[in-house]
């Protein structure tokens, strides 16, 4: 129940109480459990849009205000990190310098942009989700960027320099757990696009392989694992997720 409590507190807003003191063990637990929290807040997004709908908004202001949700119940601390970590990438200095800009807490122009696409590619792709009335879908994309995290904290990837976050977490994922949660998500994607059912599971393998690509270069690029990266690598998984569930064919 440690890591459960630990594991909301972390990702929503929820006035749910972690434990007083947290290691690894309790911390790598709660990263295990991210995935169900994804799947609530999936599930909330995909609600909020059926009511948007029935309510006759257009499914692009829907679609804008189930990302401004999101990023509500989540603290926008995802955002964030894409925030800081496009800025870090911008950066041309040594990956000491680039920890700095990240840590500085303004916002440049490389963050900037990362924060439009992001929000840009998430309202569209959730406004196509609905006109398709693929509710299941929307649910599975949110959920697929905590899936990337439990990924992005396997085995054999150290924490960056500094990063409280990520000193808790990096490395604290065992292969089963990673493996486990991919097969869920390739196994429900089956059935979240209708009449395509191929289509699901190549966009899973196409997110969560893009996820360990942009995690692999961040982590060479800044020394490490840290908060900031994972946030970027749930708003990227996510935003992947959420464009390829709403491809026709």
Request: with cysteine; aromatic share 6%; net charge positive.
């Amino acid at each position: 129940m440690n890591a459960a409590r630990l594991a909301i507190s972390w990702l929503t807003v929820a006035p749910v109480h972690g434990p007083a003191q947290v290691d690894r063990a309790v911390a790598g637990r709660a990263i295990t459990l991210a995935p169900l929290v994804g799947l609530l807040l999936g599930g909330a997004v995909a609600g909020t849009l059926w009511v948007f709908e029935r309510a006759g908004l257009t499914s692009a202001l829907a679609g804008l205000l189930a990302v401004g949700l999101l990023a509500l119940c989540t603290r926008g601390m995802h955002l964030d990190g894409l925030a800081d970590t496009a800025d870090g990438l911008g950066s041309y200095g040594p990956p000491e310098r680039a920890r700095e800009i990240m840590k500085s807490g303004a916002v440049g122009p490389f963050g900037v942009a990362a924060l439009i696409f992001a929000i840009g590619a998430q309202t569209f792709a959730f406004a196509a989700l609905v006109d398709e009335r693929r509710w299941a879908a929307i649910v599975l994309a949110v959920a697929l960027g905590r899936v990337a995290v439990v990924v992005a904290c396997r085995r054999g990837v150290a924490a960056a320099p500094g990063s409280g976050f990520g000193t808790l977490v990096a490395g604290t994922q065992q292969i089963a757990a990673v493996a486990l949660w991919s097969a869920v998500a390739l196994c429900c994607s089956v059935f979240v696009v209708p009449g395509n059912f191929w289509l699901g599971p190549v966009v899973v393998l196409t997110a969560l392989a893009g996820s360990v690509l942009i995690t692999r270069h961040c982590v060479r690029r800044f020394g490490g694992l840290s908060g900031d990266i994972l946030g970027t690598t749930v708003e990227i998984t996510t935003s992947l997720a959420a464009l390829g569930f709403s491809l026709t064919f």
